[in-house]
């Protein structure tokens, strides 16, 4: 009976508005720290697009790590929860792109006409549904077709609850120490599918050393 209340559009709304509020609250009493800002803040300034990519237990820390000069979009699911996601992520000024799960090809249309006007993609590329920490995208078809930067984002605080999802996703608390590390940019012209896929995951990985140094974790 809950679940399916909480379907409902307009109870919808009312959740999102309260974990827009939460993030907020979260956000006003914990400090942040960026390394590597300026990587970003370049790349944007290039009349190309870019796509940023994170491990999906990591993406609550989305709202509060830029803010591009370049128009963000994101892809949600057609479920139910990717509704809600959706909710949430337009008051931080995100565009969310639905995912078909009837045509999954659409979407790929859609991400292309981004590519031709120079914006930004935000992609986690172990999901929707995992396993965690793995490639479960397609995304070096997609860098190619539209001749896209890569670049890297990994987020952690000290203080966080971890939910039994199937990524453990990672819920920052008040009164935290946050970090970003954004990582290097790379080219799909350096790689085929397979290494390019690897180093995905090798840099992904390699940025949740960095800030788990920064938190002495």
């Known amino acids: 009976m809950l679940k399916k209340l909480t379907r409902i559009n307009w109870v919808q709304s009312i959740i ?3 974990i827009y509020f939460i993030i907020i609250c979260i956000e006003k009493l914990s400090s942040w720290k960026t390394i590597n800002r ?11 697009p870019l ?7 990591q993406i609550v820390g989305v709202p509060y790590s830029w803010r ?14 990717g509704k809600l996601s959706n909710k949430i992520q337009k008051k931080f000024g995100f565009v969310s792109l639905e995912r078909s799960s009837k045509k999954p090809t659409n979407i790929l249309r859609k991400l292309i006409e981004i590519g031709k006007s120079n914006d930004c993609i935000f992609i986690t590329p172990d999901a929707p549904h995992g396993p965690a920490n793995q490639i479960n995208s397609n995304i070096y078809s997609l860098v190619k077709k539209i001749d896209a930067n890569v670049i890297f984002l990994t987020f952690s605080t000290n203080k966080k609850i971890t939910l ?3 990524d453990k996703l990672k819920i920052p608390l008040p009164f935290s120490k946050g970090f970003f590390y954004w990582g290097k940019i790379i080219s799909y012209r350096d790689y085929n599918q397979d290494t390019f896929n690897h180093e995905i995951k090798h840099q992904l990985n390699e940025g949740i050393k960095v800030v788990n140094e920064h938190l002495n974790l």
Do not use: Q, S
């Not at 796509?51 to 237990?57: F, P, R, T, V």
């Not at 979009?73 to 929860?81: E, F, L, Q």
């Open 38 to 48: 300026e990587i970003v803040v370049n790349v944007t300034k290039e009349k190309k």
């Open 164 to 166: 039994k999802t199937w």
């Open 68 to 81: 591009l000069e370049k128009k963000v979009y994101n892809i949600v699911t057609d479920h139910p929860d």
């Open 16 to 18: 999102a508005y309260k």
């Open 51 to 57: 796509i940023i990519l994170m491990w999906h237990n």
